[in-house]
Structure formats: structure tokens, C-alpha cells
């Protein structure tokens, strides 16, 4: 809970590393408890859906070959969003449009029916290796154009302003801040 800020918070840059990134996605509550479950009845294991900017520290990815979690987990890194909306079936997430901003510019913007793992294969995958429990929160992918990609890369600044936003869902809004 700690690499986690809500709405409307600033995200917080550490003084380890310049290199705060931004990834808008979406997010999935599990609301019912499972082991293997079928991506047909994915679907019913979901309760809520909220926005998340999954901020990294690119270099701290770095430091371990097969691990990121040094580089996914820093205090205050990533926003979750700006609140949780009730799952009313495979429809709310059809083809729906993510998008992130930075200071009012587009960086991401895609559509779920585009994206490389479906909502269904994510919660089956998942639970393959370990029972998804109410209240667990999968973090389901970005799309292109995270600032690591560009050349030079657009790393976060203290006053930058990210609102990641998704047809239906709203927009998660933060801004950034050194520490």
C-alpha cells in the first residue's frame, strides 16, 4: 500500500534516481476467490475496475535480470484511481480507449480490444500459479509510449501533471514531486 497514492496526489520522485516513469493502465479487483480459472469464467471473479499509473524507476529495473520489482515498487511511485467502479460484465471493458497525458500531451492512447493479454488471460494466467483472493488487484498492461521509449527518453518532472483516463472509468490525475 505504500507504493500507492490516490487521486488527485503527487507522485514522488526519489532522490536515487531521475528516471520516474509513467504507465497508464487498467486495473481489475477480484471480488471472488479462484485457483485455475478458466478465462470463460474469468469474467465472474471480477468485482471492481479502476485506473492505475504503474510508475517505475527505469534504471532500478536494472538491477536484477528476471526482476522488476525494485523498479515497480518505490514509495509513492504509482496512483490508483479515482475510485473504483463497480464490474457490470465484459462489456465495460470492451474496446474502450486508454489514454495518459503528461502536461496535457498524449503519450499512450490504445484500445483494450488491442491489447496483448485480454482481461480473461490475465485473470487465468495468474491464477495458474497462486488462488486470487477479494480485493487482490491485477494490473493489466500498457500501451505504448511509456517515456522510456522515446529518444531521449521523457522522464517525469517535479510539476508534471499525469491523468490517465479510460472510456467509462474517468480519469486518474496526479502530479509529481521530488522527495
Given at each position: 500500500?505504500?507504493?500507492?497514492v490516490?487521486?488527485?496526489?503527487?507522485?514522488?520522485?526519489?532522490?536515487?534516481?531521475e528516471?520516474?516513469?509513467?504507465?497508464?493502465?487498467?486495473?481489475?479487483?477480484?471480488?471472488?476467490?479462484?485457483?485455475?480459472?478458466s478465462?470463460?469464467?474469468?469474467?465472474?471473479?471480477?468485482?471492481?475496475?479502476t485506473?492505475?499509473?504503474?510508475?517505475?524507476?527505469?534504471d532500478?529495473?536494472?538491477?536484477?535480470?528476471f526482476?522488476?520489482?525494485?523498479g515497480?515498487?518505490?514509495e509513492?511511485?504509482?496512483a490508483?484511481?479515482?475510485?473504483?467502479?463497480?464490474?457490470?460484465?465484459?462489456?465495460m471493458?470492451?474496446?474502450i480507449?486508454?489514454?495518459?497525458?503528461?502536461?496535457g500531451?498524449?503519450?499512450q492512447?490504445?484500445?483494450?480490444s488491442?491489447?496483448?493479454?485480454?482481461?480473461?488471460?490475465?485473470?487465468?494466467?495468474?491464477s495458474t500459479?497462486?488462488t486470487l483472493v477479494?480485493?487482490?488487484?491485477?494490473v493489466?498492461g500498457?500501451?505504448?509510449?511509456?517515456?522510456?521509449?522515446?529518444?531521449?527518453?521523457?522522464?517525469?518532472?517535479?510539476?508534471?501533471?499525469?491523468?490517465?483516463?479510460?472510456?467509462?472509468?474517468?480519469?486518474?490525475r496526479?502530479?509529481?514531486?521530488?522527495?
Amino acid at each position: 500500500p505504500q507504493t500507492i497514492v490516490g487521486h488527485g496526489d503527487d507522485l514522488v520522485r526519489p532522490p536515487e534516481s531521475e528516471q520516474l516513469d509513467y504507465e497508464g493502465e487498467i486495473a481489475i479487483v477480484i471480488g471472488r476467490a479462484g485457483r485455475r480459472i478458466s478465462k470463460a469464467d474469468s469474467w465472474g471473479h471480477i468485482a471492481a475496475v479502476t485506473l492505475c499509473n504503474e510508475g517505475t524507476i527505469r534504471d532500478w529495473l536494472r538491477h536484477a535480470k528476471f526482476n522488476v520489482t525494485q523498479g515497480k515498487n518505490w514509495e509513492k511511485s504509482g496512483a490508483m484511481g479515482p475510485g473504483l467502479l463497480r464490474f457490470t460484465g465484459p462489456d465495460m471493458l470492451a474496446d474502450i480507449e486508454l489514454t495518459t497525458r503528461v502536461n496535457g500531451d498524449i503519450r499512450q492512447q490504445d484500445r483494450t480490444s488491442r491489447m496483448i493479454f485480454d482481461f480473461t488471460h490475465i485473470i487465468n494466467y495468474v491464477s495458474t500459479f497462486i488462488t486470487l483472493v477479494p480485493g487482490d488487484i491485477l494490473v493489466c498492461g500498457t500501451p505504448t509510449g511509456a517515456g522510456a521509449r522515446f529518444d531521449p527518453p521523457k522522464w517525469l518532472q517535479p510539476g508534471d501533471v499525469i491523468e490517465v483516463s479510460a472510456d467509462g472509468l474517468g480519469t486518474l490525475r496526479n502530479g509529481v514531486r521530488d522527495e
